[in-house]
Nanobody
């Protein structure tokens, strides 16, 4: 089973940026979905950004479109989430996950993910 390790979380002021990383053990599985999710205390987990790794097709939650970018570096076996213009309500644990095979990001947005990392904490202060 793939192992995922997130890093890059931290504290930032509102309007600031962070770039999260997710290192994949072995290699990023071609043809699979990967995604970033977040969960704030007392709230349900929500999907934030998704990528179909075979073609790099992406999809985003409406709340982050234009501010977040998901991308992969296969040479480094790493998935990234560039987050700009962060808001205090986006403080949460951020997780990366691997899902099923897919060729476009829209499919990855609704897929079931079965491999998860431990998460990295993001705190956005006002």
């Amino acid at each position: 089973q793939v192992q995922l390790v997130e890093s890059g979380g931290g504290s930032v002021q509102a309007g600031g940026s962070l770039n999260l990383s997710c290192t994949v053990s072995g290699y990023i599985h071609n043809r699979y979905c990967m995604g970033w999710f977040r969960q704030a205390p007392g709230k349900e987990r929500e999907g934030v950004a998704f990528i179909a790794t075979i073609y790099g097709s992406t999809a985003y939650a409406d709340s982050v479109k234009g501010r977040f970018t998901i991308y992969q570096d296969n040479a480094k076996n790493t998935l990234y989430l560039q987050m700009n213009s962060l808001k205090p309500e986006e403080s949460a644990m951020y997780y990366c996950a691997e899902g099923p095979k897919a060729t476009w990001g829209g499919r990855c947005r609704t897929a079931h993910y079965n491999s998860w990392g431990e998460g990295t904490k993001v705190t956005v202060s006002s």
